[in-house]
């Protein structure tokens, strides 16, 4: 999704726009999410940040796509499990206010009214009507139709070229070279990969993680729902299984439960106890889950970042190469604004956004 973003934006500021995929268009971390478009579980900072200004640039694209892209402005609620809970997440929603969150504490007959099916006796939640959601690979899609870009599908990069003096010159692939002066890594997941390729290094690894599709259900479930330990899993640094309920019904029917994360490498076998974590997870909050059906799994891989921030701007190790990678689970959500920081950088624009938090050399280097 971040590479469709930043094809639309560079195109829409004047760039010629090449994208080099070595399988089809979503056809990796980003298929395999589930299009959440989220302030509610970050913290006041760059990241937060940066989901605002995505937000604000993907409302505007759903004046433009709409429906093609399944966009929902649903909003989001976020539920305490205990009284304690409830005040530590109030307190998390004082701090995101400050930094311009819209977040309205809702407590007794006032939650259950936003979503009736929850289990009964919850003490209350934080309502996020900002957070919304898309199908992510019919938004991908539409992006990079509408960026105009010429698209080659079907060739995985092999190296990125340079000139002698070090300066980018394009990409080698398994058919052919790609010449241009400037290279965007929005490889994702594997962004550690492509810049070693060109000579340098980023430290992205794999956090795999497991989502829940249940059969078509009329609309039971009308915001993305999570438990507030969603945040604390979001932010953790433990390569170990961990699992917190997040549920979401779709415009297509299908009910949505996540979310569990781990570090296992590129390793894409079933567990069979995170899924069942998920159930227990999502029949606690939602009990009428108890009774539905799952009729399909997936998992994907989050590209997961030391400090939990990604990689946008240049490298200044190295001439001419760009980062956009590096968003873990929130990389949907995250691309518009990350399309349009780089769209900035590649025309020499001064960037909405101080770049700074997420310069691409911020990690020390490893030594041999």
């Known amino acids: 999704m971040t590479g469709a973003a930043c094809a639309l934006y560079a195109s829409r500021a004047g760039l010629d726009v090449i994208v080099v995929d070595r399988g089809p268009v979503a056809g990796g971390t980003t298929g395999a999410g589930e299009g959440n478009l ?57 701090g995101q206010r400050a930094a311009g969150v819209t977040a309205t504490t809702v407590a007794g007959t006032e939650l259950y009214e936003l979503e009736p099916q929850l289990a009964p006796g919850l003490p209350g939640a934080v309502h996020y009507p900002q957070d919304s959601q898309v199908m992510p690979a019919l938004a991908a899609a539409h992006l990079v139709r509408a960026s105009g870009a010429r698209l080659f599908t079907g060739r995985t990069v092999t190296g990125v070229l340079r000139t002698t003096d070090g300066q980018v010159w394009g990409v080698r692939t398994d058919k ?80 949505l439960i996540g979310a569990s994360r781990e570090r296992v ?42 400090d939990h921030l990604p990689a946008i701007g240049p490298d200044p190790r190295v001439p001419g190469l760009f980062h956009a990678c590096g968003h873990e689970g929130a990389g949907i959500g995250l691309a518009t604004g990350t399309g349009h920081l780089i769209a900035q950088t590649l025309t020499a624009k001064t960037p909405d956004l101080d770049l700074a938090p997420f310069r691409p050399d911020r990690f020390p280097e490893e030594t041999p």
Do not use: C
């Not at 974590?277 to 909050?285: D, V």
């Open 38 to 94: 989220l302030v509610s579980d970050k913290e006041p900072g760059p990241e937060l940040d940066l989901a605002l200004l995505s937000n604000r640039l993907w409302s505007e694209l759903a004046q433009e796509f709409g429906e093609a892209i399944e966009y929902e402005a649903k909003g989001g609620v976020v539920v305490a499990t205990s009284p304690g809970g409830l005040v530590a997440l109030e307190d998390f929603a004082a």
């Open 265 to 306: 490498g590129f390793d894409r076998s079933f567990s069979l106890p995170a899924l069942r974590a998920l159930a227990a997870g999502a029949t606690r909050l939602f009990p009428f889950l108890a009774d539905v059906r799952a009729i399909r799994s997936y998992a994907g891989f989050r590209p997961y970042m030391p």
């Open 176 to 255: 052919d070279d790609i010449h241009t002066p400037a290279v965007v890594n929005a490889a994702g997941t594997w962004g550690a990969e492509l810049a070693a390729l060109a000579g340098t290094s980023l430290p992205v690894l794999p956090r795999r993680g497991f989502v829940l599709v249940t059969e078509p259900l009329p609309r039971m479930v009308h915001h993305k729902v999570y438990a507030a330990d969603y945040v604390a899993d979001v932010a953790s640094d433990s390569a170990e299984l961990q699992t917190s309920p997040v549920v979401e019904g779709t415009a297509a029917g299908p009910v």
